[in-house]
């Protein structure tokens, strides 16, 4: 199908997109990547007035380094940029190793970061991964600029607290400090395709080699990226071992409450959150014994 007909607008700057998509109103559609906006529009599932696009909005794309050590992201930077970073798994690897799952290579040359996390498909790895790890969103409008945790962004299923006059330009990562393990687990029908369930999570451990603070994320389970709570828990102060993760993995098959589609029932997807969650504690645990940290 062919999309419905809209005004294409095109800024140079931030101060006119943010005044274009203040005159559209919920009527504009911000056009980053176009990996998942240009299919609504195709199959009409879309229907904006004005498609505003901020490809050549100069800043959009920069990523740096913080003063205290943390990762600036520009919404408009792509997949594919991350991915070839050779920093980025020294200064956020849980991202660096998330990166390649997402699609195909195809995709991430022209998906971008903030089309992801904005998008906020259930099943997608970028939203997870952030709020894995503490990242806050910078959301731009005309009257000013707010922040926004990961942890409150996502509202529900394609839902987040954006309003219709606000864009993302930037997230911002906390640094990666202390002794950290992590992993990153999913399964999906086919590589590259979404995932039907996955993990993520990382671990602080202290000088002993126990677990000091943990985080565990699941996404492919609900409307929007699950961190499981009791399982967090759970591994605070925790050696890591076999029966720790037992535990947890019987925690997290025993809090998700999935629903059924046609890629899985809400019982595989209970039963595989919690097989996934404690691969992915021995995946982590194992980056320790061959000392990867």
């Not at 997870?128 to 299923?157: N, P, Q, W």
């Not at 759970?234 to 589609?261: W, Y």
Request: negative net charge; hydrophobic residues 40%; charged residues 30%.
């Amino acid at each position: 199908m062919k999309p419905a007909p809209f005004e294409y607008l095109c800024p140079r700057t931030l101060d006119d997109a943010l005044a274009l998509l203040a005159e559209r109103g919920e009527d504009g559609k911000v056009l980053a990547g176009g990996q998942s906006l240009m299919p609504l529009l195709s199959l009409r599932l879309a229907r904006p007035s004005a498609v505003i696009d901020v490809n050549r909005v100069p800043g959009l794309d920069r990523m740096f380094t913080t003063r205290d050590g943390g990762l600036s992201i520009g919404a408009l930077a792509r997949q594919r940029s991350l991915e070839r970073n050779a920093g980025l798994a020294h200064e956020q690897p849980l991202l660096a190793a998330a990166i390649p799952l997402i699609g195909h290579f195809q995709i991430r040359n022209r998906g971008t970061v903030g089309g992801s996390l904005v998008h906020a498909d259930p099943a997608a790895e970028l939203p997870a991964v952030m709020t894995c790890l503490g990242a806050d969103f910078i959301l731009s409008s005309k009257s000013g600029e707010r922040a926004v945790s990961a942890d409150d962004f996502y509202l529900g299923y394609m839902a987040t607290v954006v309003e219709p006059n606000e864009i993302l330009t930037e997230i911002r990562l906390p640094p990666w400090r202390g002794r950290r393990i992590w992993a990153i687990e999913e399964v999906s029908r086919r590589k590259g395709d979404f995932a039907m369930v996955g993990v993520t999570l990382w671990m602080e451990l202290d000088d002993s080699d126990a677990c000091k603070e943990a985080r565990i994320t699941m996404f492919g389970v609900s409307g929007k990226p699950v961190r499981v709570d009791k399982a967090e828990q759970r591994m605070a102060g925790a050696k890591l071992d076999d029966d720790a993760f037992k535990e947890v993995e019987k925690i997290v098959t025993d809090e998700l409450e999935p629903d059924s589609d046609i890629h899985a029932s809400a019982r595989y997807r209970k039963e595989v959150g919690g097989v996934l969650a404690r691969r992915a504690l021995i995946q982590a645990r194992t980056r320790l014994i061959e000392g990867n940290l």
